[in-house]
C-alpha cells in the first residue's frame, strides 16, 4: 500500500525480455538504503517486488500481464520514473490510499505549464468514469491527484510547482500515456451499492 506522494525519481539502466515478461534495472540512488529484497515500491504507480539489490541499482522482475496493463514496457533507457517506498503504521497519509494495482493506461490529452499551477487532462476508457468524482482522488503513474473536472472519458488535475518539479511530470507532453489507478474506496462503494440494487 502506498500513499502517492512520491519520494524520488529513479532511472531505467535496462529493461530486458525474461521469462515471458521483462526483468528491470533501476537506480534508486539513495533511496536504496531503505530498501531490502523482497519489499514493495511503487513505479510509476506500479507495485514492484525488489528483486536484488546491489550499491544504488535494484532489479524487478515483470509479469507479461503487468507489461499488457500499464505503461512498464514502453519504458526506455535512462528515462526517469516516480519511486515510493510502501507505506507503513507511521507513515504520514499525505495523499489516499494506492495500492499500486493500475486500473487502465491513459493518455494525456493536454498538459500547460502555468503559474502558480499547471493543468493536466487526461483521457480514460469511457467505461472507469463511474469511479470518477469531482474532487476526488486518482493515481496518476503513482501520484495522488485531486481531480478538478471530470467529463465522459477526460479528467483535469491542477499541479503545484513542487509535483511537478519533483516527479516524471517534467517530462510529460501531449500523447504520452500514463498509468491510473482509480480511488479503492471508490471502486468498494461502487460494487458495494451495486450488488445492493440487484438484491
Known amino acids: 500500500m502506498f500513499t502517492g506522494l512520491i519520494q524520488g525519481l529513479g532511472r531505467i539502466n535496462s529493461l530486458s ?30 507495485c514492484s517486488t525488489v528483486k ?15 507489461l499488457k496493463k500499464t505503461t512498464i514496457g514502453s519504458l526506455r533507457d535512462n528515462d526517469a520514473v ?15 490510499m494506492v495500492q499500486g494495482h493500475v486500473d487502465c493506461v491513459g493518455r494525456i490529452e ?27 482522488s486518482i493515481s496518476v503513474d ?20 513542487h509535483t511537478v518539479e519533483n516527479t516524471v511530470f517534467s517530462n510529460y507532453k501531449k500523447d504520452d500515456k500514463v498509468n491510473l489507478e482509480f480511488d479503492i474506496v471508490g471502486k468498494y462503494l461502487y460494487k458495494f451499492y451495486s450488488q445492493t440494487q440487484k438484491n
Open 17 to 46: 525480455p525474461h521469462n515471458e515478461g521483462a526483468l528491470a534495472s533501476l537506480f534508486v540512488g539513495a533511496m536504496s538504503s531503505e530498501i531490502s529484497i523482497g519489499d514493495s515500491i511503487s513505479v510509476n504507480g506500479v
Open 110 to 136: 493536454s498538459f500547460e505549464l502555468k503559474d502558480p499551477w499547471s493543468v493536466v487532462c487526461i483521457e480514460f476508457p469511457e467505461d472507469f468514469g463511474k469511479f470518477l468524482v469531482e474532487k476526488g
Open 142 to 161: 503513482g501520484v495522488s491527484l485531486t481531480l478538478v473536472d471530470v467529463q465522459k472519458s477526460l479528467f483535469s488535475c491542477h499541479l503545484i510547482p
Open 82 to 96: 516516480n519511486l515510493e517506498l510502501a507505506m507503513t503504521l507511521n507513515t504520514k497519509m499525505g495523499g489516499h
Open 52 to 66: 536484488t539489490i546491489s550499491d544504488d541499482i535494484i532489479t524487478i522482475d515483470y509479469l507479461s500481464e503487468t
